[in-house]
């Protein structure tokens, strides 16, 4: 393939450019993303999970321009603990294979851990926004998911927002 048939990334993700707050695409749409990391939703009371919910509902009813997409945060080991298998079938230093199913139960440990990590990403496509509106508008939003999320963090574009 020559060189001027190269895309970008960029060109094949489409986008056009990032800015201080948002993502602009060849479509001519600007994008703001904010990422809601749930703190250990498991521990909680049925109660308490039932106030976050409702409170997420009520802000996601608001925003008329929101896409969602969830995406799964943890961590897979199966490459790592196949591997790990077949080492230890093939060792015969006993001491070594010892440490290598050590290695195989912590892999499998933290795998349990982190089989909860979910983390959301709230989409907003700004239509027809004036440029003064825009960050009003998304301090807006930010404020009312912090509101709503009690200890979730939430963040826009590298920027950290914890209630």
């Not at 990422?35 to 106030?51: G, K, W």
């Not at 079938?89 to 290598?100: D, F, S």
């Not at 139960?105 to 004036?130: G, H, P, S």
Request: with cysteine.
């Amino acid at each position: 393939m020559s060189k001027k048939n190269m895309e970008s990334t960029r060109e094949l993700m489409g986008t056009r450019e990032v800015t201080d707050y948002s993502i602009r695409t060849y479509r001519n749409e600007e994008l703001v993303y904010f990422l809601i990391q749930p703190s250990n939703i498991s521990v909680l009371s049925e109660e308490s999970l039932s106030a976050r919910i409702y409170g997420l509902m009520t802000v996601l009813k608001g925003i008329t321009e929101i896409e969602m997409m969830c995406l799964n945060s943890r961590e897979n080991f199966e490459d790592n603990k196949r591997y790990l298998k077949k080492r230890m079938e093939e060792e015969t230093n006993p001491v070594v294979r010892k440490l290598l199913e050590k290695d195989a139960n912590y892999l499998d440990r933290m795998q349990v851990q982190m089989a909860t990590a979910r983390e959301f990403l709230l989409i907003i496509r700004l239509r027809e926004k004036k440029e003064n509106e825009i960050f009003s508008y998304l301090n807006r939003i930010e404020k009312m998911l912090a509101e709503s999320q009690h200890g979730a963090s939430q963040w826009r574009k590298g920027k950290c927002i914890n209630p």
